[in-house]
């Protein structure tokens, strides 16, 4: 019933907005106009429109060199002109309904060639000059994505769109990673500010909450200079929203999608729902009693407990109380149920608009959607296997796996900016991102690192539910002052809160040995834990403040030196509040009458409230209790040690300049300072502290030099540095339901410094196509990696700095229109880039010598970088006929086998194997207003697999499949 009220509401909304807003007869004509040779913003160039050779209107460029027109349907003759630069004229553009009409222009100087530039609409196939502008004038290397790409592409949000960028890979379609590193290297950054993680586990942002139609560009900047942050090296991504739209815009899209494994299925596993399940909230029902929140009651629940509570005496009522009621109100669904699974579906809407406030521009967008996914797999595989002889690998855990996922996404993103005159403005933008994931699993197999009888099937049951929450506000400024040789200054207030939530997660495991009638069923406390039920809750607050000023000198009246000092600082305060509570079954005391074995496998009678608790009494003869009998109950297991804060303080301050040493070469160059004070305490006395406090000066230079009007060569070399988050400090413990091992920290961490190199030539050979490559490599001083602990007797992975390691590549990306080969392909594009990628590291020396000493052959001295994929592969072509409505694209993405987990050791290392990636969409306008989508994803439903390679065999460490999706969706837009 929500479901159907939600789109009740959206469509109510639709259909208003749509009666308003569809019979407009004006048109907007909007672009930006920059200098053609260093592809900087030209503030106050003229645009004007004439009809039958008379003026009809006009406008100039504010400081990012935009302009906007609203001018009646017809066509026009238009020149842009502006002091210093040729005249441009464009005759015969027409000015269409339904779409803002975007007109962009890189202008000549005078010097450069002494005549006004005619051309007719006809020749201006394409408006991607922002798109050029973009990395012609970056000081760094990097690439970038423009509004109109996206929208040719069909991407749907943020993270669709960072496909096409070379050497990125998207991971669970929202988290990405740059160059084959780990997303420890990447960041994600919204409007300039540091986006949290959903996961506060993971160091990137999920990308797909960020609407397409709200977004104004994608840039990834793949080498540090001083004005960014320093804490990344694979790349860095800043998602730019639209501040002002040019005209009024709406966007709204429903769509469902069959999913060939997990739709309309019967035998979906699930637990029992909360009432804001479907939005992906928490409603409470799963939440600890509150009385179990206060120390001194949780401290009754002890081993020993019971026999207080069989204890008739009057003193021990309280005790009683609370085991009574503590086995009762702690859930006792551990079995997922099943249920039908429905078609995947989501909605999508945005809106903007422009207009006049106090004789200034007001510009708002505003963004929401919402997406309701269930993934399932049968017959995966979850493995563990050792070296303990030659011939084979030693089976520690061997399990077959079926899993349901229920994923619910809810995100918003509110922009509002206005312009104080014409070199001042100010804005507020709002982001905003719930997501849970409901899981039901199953595994049935071998556990003989674990369990004593071989022949015992050994099965778990988890029942999870994990919200991730996170709201972010931004306060944003750009003053310009022309009495000041035009100095520029920008400053960011942020603030973000942010939660993470595991409210009782409940994970069951027991023994099954034989068949039938004869089976029998049992738990064994001695060798895997008896049920758990876990309640978690992680909380961030971050505060930050970034202050940027640029100011330009020794420029000499020429209106193409980019000369300038930059400077600035930022600060950045990050607080955590961590806790863990953890209750454990326990059958001491129970009555044999109801022991584990006479259920015979029926669990919903084992678990029967009857059994928990105080099950009975005992009197004398003449009626008075004499002794309470006691079922099974749960005592409380919480570690000091897995409750921890954290508080992370970054200062940082930095200066460079950007200098035109001759006419073709320029340099950027300068130093960052910045302050770590990193602290991650536990409740535990006796745990040492994570702290790093420290501060590093961080360099970076790059020099660019123009071969011709339209190649650059370009050399960087520059000094990061990576953290590790709090959790990889604190010493929390995790279990991790899907292969009964834990997850530890190490307070003992130390950051990472790396020192980047960086060449890049490019080529531009027309607008809106470009041919570049790149080489690098990086060095890397005290890197983090996972590895396993060999003196725990239940494995443990947790985190370790390593002396050293290195990793270099090379890039190739290629854009480019099909036109060349007749017009059969005018409408056809490629897009394609590749990424070689080489790293190692030393394996440390006491692990190789602890190694051979289990396996004389063993001699493996070198690994590759955790988490590094050797190559990257994306394609994109694409047909696209706006004519006709028609937009048509096969995206195919690969990326080489990766490091997953270190080993045991004399055990292989786990790979994650090669996850080929082939989507399809097609698309058709109609009705000028409306389109109709047909997308495929995951047409090849390649095995997800890790594994472990031993005497030319393959052992499964994990492998599954999430099947292939075929959906429709339908949007209505005004542009």
Do not use: C
């Not at 560009?217 to 004005?227: C, N």
């Not at 600082?569 to 009555?591: A, H, K, W």
């Not at 300068?670 to 602290?679: D, F, I, K, Y």
């Not at 501060?695 to 650059?712: H, M, Q, R, V």
């Amino acid at each position: 019933m929500a479901h159907n009220y939600l789109a009740k509401a959206f469509l109510a909304t639709f259909f208003i907005l749509i009666g308003g807003f569809v019979f407009a007869q004006t048109g907007v004509l909007a672009g930006k106009i920059v200098d053609k040779q260093n592809g900087e913003s030209l503030i106050g160039a003229t645009v004007i429109l004439f009809q039958n050779n008379a003026q009809v209107t006009g406008n100039v460029t504010d400081f990012d060199g935009n302009y906007t027109v609203e001018v009646a349907l017809g066509v026009y003759k238009i020149e842009i002109s502006y002091t210093g630069y040729n005249k441009q004229v464009i005759t015969e553009f027409e000015i269409k309904n339904g779409a803002t009409n975007t007109l962009d222009a890189a202008m000549e100087t005078e010097a450069q060639q002494l005549e006004t530039v005619v051309v007719t609409a006809k020749q201006v196939k394409n408006t991607d000059a922002a798109l050029i502008t973009i990395q012609r004038k970056a000081f760094a290397i990097q690439d970038g994505v423009s509004s109109q790409q996206i929208g040719r592409t069909g991407s749907s949000n943020a993270a669709d769109a960072m496909k096409q960028m070379t050497g990125a890979v998207v991971e669970g379609g929202r988290f990405i990673v740059m160059r084959g590193l780990g997303d420890r290297y990447s960041l994600s950054q919204l409007n300039g500010v540091t986006l949290p993680s959903t996961d506060p586990y993971r160091n990137s942002a999920s990308l797909d909450l960020i609407p397409a139609q709200i977004i104004e560009s994608i840039v990834t900047v793949k080498t540090f200079t001083p004005d960014l942050p320093g804490n990344f090296s694979g790349g860095l991504v800043n998602v730019n929203t639209k501040s002002f739209p040019e005209k009024f815009n709406l966007y709204f899209q429903v769509g469902q999608e069959f999913n060939t494994q997990s739709s309309l299925i019967d035998n979906f596993r699930t637990q029992e729902k909360g009432k804001t399940d479907w939005l992906g909230f928490e409603d409470g029902s799963r939440g600890q009693p509150d009385y179990l929140l206060n120390a001194d009651n949780r401290s009754l629940l002890s081993s020993s407990t019971y026999l207080s509570a069989r204890n008739p005496d009057p003193s021990n009522d309280a005790v009683r109380d609370i085991f009574n009621r503590s086995s009762k109100d702690l859930s006792n669904e551990f079995i997922p149920s099943l249920r039908n699974a429905p078609l995947n579906s989501s909605i999508n809407f945005s809106v903007g608009n422009r207009s006049k406030l106090f004789g200034n521009d007001l510009g708002f967008t505003f963004g929401v959607n919402y997406s309701a996914n269930y993934n399932h797999y049968e017959n995966g595989n979850v493995g563990t296997f050792i070296y303990t002889n030659p011939q084979e690998l030693f089976a520690y855990q061997n399990l077959m796996e079926t899993k349901s996922t229920q994923n619910p996404q809810l995100g918003a993103l509110a922009n509002v900016a206005y312009k104080l005159g014409d070199n001042h403005t100010i804005g507020v933008n709002y982001i905003f991102n719930n997501d849970a994931e409901i899981v039901g699993r199953n595994q049935a197999g071998s556990f003989f690192g674990q369990v004593s009888e071989s022949a015992s099937v050994f099965n778990t049951n988890t029942l999870e539910f994990t919200q991730r929450q996170f709201s972010n506000v931004q306060l944003t400024g750009r003053h310009i002052f022309p009495a000041l040789n035009r100095t520029e200054v920008e400053w960011i207030a942020s603030t973000n809160q942010s939660f993470q939530e595991e409210p009782d997660l409940r994970y069951f495991a027991f023994v099954k040995l034989g068949e039938g009638e004869e089976a029998e069923y049992n738990i064994n406390n001695a060798e895997f834990a008896f049920p758990y039920h876990f309640f978690r809750r992680l909380d961030d607050q971050v505060r930050s403040g970034k202050l940027d000023i640029s100011i330009p000198f020794l420029n000499r009246g020429s209106v193409t030196s980019s000369n300038r000092l930059k400077f600035g600082g930022l600060f950045n305060s990050t607080s955590r509040d961590f806790e863990e509570f953890r209750y454990q079954l326990n059958n001491t005391g129970v009555p044999s009458t109801i022991g584990i074995s006479t259920f015979k496998g029926d669990w919903n009678k084992f678990y029967d409230p009857a059994n928990f608790g105080i099950i009975g009494t005992q009197t004398n003869s003449s009626g008075a209790i004499t002794r309470y009998t006691t079922g099974y109950h749960y005592i409380n297991q919480v570690n000091a040690k897995n409750f921890y804060t954290g508080q992370e303080n970054i200062f940082a301050a930095y200066g460079m300049a950007i200098y035109n040493l001759t006419p073709k070469l320029k340099a950027v160059a300068g130093v960052r300072l910045e302050s770590t004070q990193l602290e991650v305490e536990s409740q535990d006395p006796t745990s040492d502290k994570g702290l790093i406090n420290l501060t590093d000066f961080l360099y970076s230079g790059n020099l660019i030099y123009a071969l011709t009007e339209k190649s650059n060569l370009r050399v960087a070399a520059s000094k990061t540095l990576a953290r590790p988050n709090m959790r990889e400090l604190a010493p929390f413990e995790q279990f991790d339901t899907k292969n009964g091992f834990f997850n530890v920290g190490n307070p003992n961490l130390k950051r990472t410094l790396i020192q980047n190199y960086d060449l890049r030539y490019e080529l531009y050979p027309t607008t809106g196509e470009l041919l570049a490559i790149s080489a690098f490599y990086k060095s890397f001083d005290d890197p983090i990696i996972r590895a396993f602990n060999p003196r725990a007797t239940i494995p443990e992975l947790g985190f370790i700095n390593i002396d050293e390691a290195s990793v270099y590549g090379l890039e190739l990306e290629f854009r480019k229109g099909l036109d060349f080969l007749g017009k059969t392909f005018e409408n056809f594009f490629v897009s394609t880039n590749l990424a070689l990628i080489k790293s190692e590291y030393n394996i440390p020396e006491d692990e190789y010598n602890n190694s051979r000493s289990l396996d004389p052959t063993y001699s493996t001295r070198t690994r590759p970088f955790q988490g590094q994929a050797p190559y990257i592969v994306n394609i994109i072509l694409s047909y696209l006929n706006p004519a006709k409505g028609w937009e048509s694209t096969l995206a195919f993405n690969v990326s080489g086998q990766k490091l997953y987990n270190i080993a045991l050791f004399a055990t292989p290392d786990v790979y994650e194997q090669e996850f080929p990636l082939l989507n399809y969409k097609l698309s058709k306008r109609f009705a000028s207003n409306y389109q109709l989508s047909f997308t495929a994803r995951n047409i090849l439903n390649s095995v997800n697999k890790r594994t472990q390679a031993f005497n030319g065999r393959e052992y499964i460490a994990e492998s599954f499949t999430v099947g292939t999706g075929l959906g429709l969706s339908l949007a209505y837009f005004i542009k």
